[in-house]
């Protein structure tokens, strides 16, 4: 096997990242890891696994359940990611507004030192 990364399967429960169409949203994140989730969708009722990012939010910007987001779509953990990948992640706060609605909802993400 070439240099293939074990990704770990994010423990339950699940806390999808989810936004209305035009909805803007802003998240600081204390920590954050990657792994993959299994859901259940209406192409894939047996299941699937996907990729997701699970980011870790102060507990007074989430009123209700856990203190984390799952992130699933692709396009805005690319947008997000290498900000996390910095030491001072925990300092910015990103601004995001989502157009469109899935599966081809797009993200747009501002950054606020």
């Given amino acids: 096997m070439a ?4 990704i770990k399967k994010l423990q339950e429960p699940y806390e999808i ?3 209305l169409d035009g909805e803007t949203r802003e998240l600081r994140v204390k920590n954050w890891e990657q792994g993959t989730i299994d859901i259940k969708t209406s192409e894939a009722p047996q299941g699937k696994t996907i990729n997701a990012l699970r980011v870790f939010v102060p507990i007074e910007s989430k009123a209700v359940g856990v203190n984390w987001y799952d992130i699933t ?3 805005l953990i690319a947008q997000i990611i ?4 910095q030491p001072d992640y925990n300092k910015l706060v990103f601004v995001i507004k989502k157009f469109g609605v899935a599966p081809k909802a797009r993200f747009t993400v501002a950054v606020i030192p």
């Fill in 3 to 6: 240099n293939e990364a074990v």
């Fill in 17 to 19: 990242f989810e936004m």
């Fill in 73 to 75: 779509s692709k396009t």
């Fill in 82 to 85: 290498g900000y996390l990948n």
